[in-house]
């Protein structure tokens, strides 16, 4: 596939748009530590005030025309239609970002809260997840709002605080504006910020984009096991580890079913007229017929396995001996799900147990949520998107899609039927598969530019010429 710049378009459209003051402003919201842990005595709130008071001063005609709310440590912001009978949309992200692993600091290039900018690109954790998209959102609108441009269909900027661990800033902001009587037309949230090869598809080199109507559920199960631990030479009845090493591969060696999710037959069936190989070619003629066939398919590549089953991940194991002829006392391990279409929090709980079928092992879970809703493909919002991304990303085909990964735009599900998960920031997959909660992360300045002019175009289309 071509690099990822060979496929914008338009990118002399709003000529005056400042994106050396774009930049800046990024740079400066990489400088803030917003780190949120599950634990918040560890989390220092006062670099969310810094963050939040960036927002505040940078912005003079989003903060001129909208309300500004803090609710706890996430924001929302209320930019007012002139048309009540319209319903509102909703732009949202995330200021929290995730820890830089210790130990690999000094493997940065530039510094992981520098907001260096160098060699094109903007440095540092945020620039792919997911600060642009904030600090994106808040550019557009300021842009149309400062040359004068009133919204019809009125405009919430939310943005929560935790979504790299409990999401419970978007559900308090979801829940704010439910008692306030609001539903949504759509809500837009980041999703995939790089293009795919359709070759997973079958449709090797066609450019695709993908607005993910749906996340998987999520799930990590903690299974537990308890022991007087001793001498290694009476290990009568099985140690600690024994019995959890057998626990997690009699999970793991109980895989969950093939199923092709409705997002996906949507994809399919859009890619259909792109797709010339086999065994693609020939049951995509009929792809709801051909459904399982498809997940099968699916099911022995790697770029869509994961489309298709919940899978299972075992990520921690916690309790081992200090000494090699000691038994072990107390033992945990977490197992990580991400639940496909169709499967439940509970059914997962069943199925493990059923697995394991040992009373000395105690299993929980530290966090759980069932799949989320699928987002209309039918309607305004997806259109409109479309529509956006289309003018500046022209030669890309855009198809419905769903993320394996998870946001927190689930949350507004109980006031919209439409949460949408794109990101306009494209850059190249190998930039996204390393810097994503990785090392290195940045984000080149053209990317962001041109991400920024679609959310601007996109405002136009739903919130200021409805």
């Known amino acids: 596939m071509k690099p990822v710049f060979s496929y914008f378009a338009n990118e002399t459209l709003y000529p005056d748009l400042d994106v050396e003051s774009a930049v800046s402003h990024l740079s400066d919201a990489i400088r803030c530590r917003t780190v949120n842990y599950e634990d918040h005595s560890r989390t220092d709130f006062l670099e969310f005030d810094k963050l939040q008071e960036l927002m505040r001063n940078s912005f003079p005609a989003v903060l001129a025309c909208g309300q500004f709310e803090r609710i706890g440590h996430s924001v929302l912001i209320t930019i007012p239609g002139t048309n009540p009978e319209l319903l509102p ?63 019809c269909r009125t405009a919430y900027l939310a943005f929560g605080d935790d979504e790299e661990t409990l999401n419970l800033g978007a559900l ?64 009568f009845g099985g140690s600690s580890l024994e019995h959890l090493a057998r626990a997690i591969t009699a999970i793991t060696d109980r895989p969950f079913p093939f199923r092709l999710p409705e997002p996906l037959i949507g994809t399919f069936e859009s890619l259909s007229p792109y797709i010339t190989e086999e065994p693609f070619r020939g049951l995509v003629s009929d792809v709801h017929g051909n459904a399982d ?36 006392q107390n033992m945990r391990a977490v197992i990580n799900f ?19 079928n040992n009373p000395e092992v105690h299993l929980r879970y530290l966090q759980a949520n069932n799949p989320s809703a699928t987002a209309r493909s039918d309607g305004y919002g997806y259109q409109k998107l479309c529509e956006a991304m289309k003018q500046f990303f022209p030669d890309v ?70």
């Open 293 to 328: 066939a498809i997940a099968a398919v699916c099911a022995e590549r790697p770029e869509t396995f994961s489309f298709v089953t919940t899978t299972i991940a075992p990520t921690m194991i916690e309790g081992g001996s200090a000494a090699c002829n000691v038994l072990p």
């Open 172 to 235: 308090d902001i979801a829940e704010t504006l439910k008692s306030r009587g609001v539903r949504l037309e759509f809500v837009l949230d980041e999703g995939s910020c790089k293009l795919e090869d359709g070759a997973g598809f079958g449709a090797p080199g066609l450019p695709i984009g993908l607005i993910e109507l749906m996340e998987k559920g999520y799930a990590d199960l903690e299974l537990s096991v308890e022991s007087r631990g001793g001498h290694s030479n009476r290990p």
């Open 89 to 151: 949309c909703l732009y949202m992200s995330h200021q929290d970002v995730v820890p830089v692993v210790a130990g690999t600091e000094q493997d940065w290039t530039h510094d992981a809260f520098s907001g260096a900018v160098a060699d094109g690109y903007i440095w540092g954790r945020g620039t792919l997840d997911i600060k642009e998209m904030v600090f994106g959102i808040l550019e557009a609108a300021e842009y149309l709002l400062s040359h004068g441009r009133r919204f």
């Open 397 to 466: 085909i855009f198809v419905p899609s769903m993320t394996v990964g998870a946001t927190d735009a689930h949350q507004y599900e109980r006031i919209c039927d439409t949460c949408l998960r794109c990101s306009p920031f494209l850059t190249e997959p190998e930039d996204v598969r390393r810097g994503m909660h990785g090392t290195n992360e940045r984000l080149p300045i053209r990317s962001y530019a041109q991400g920024i002019r679609v959310l601007i175009r996109l405002m136009e289309l739903a919130n200021v010429n409805p």
């Open 338 to 356: 991400r639940l496909n279409e169709g499967d439940s929090i509970d059914a997962v709980m069943e199925h493990c147990r059923t697995a394991v």
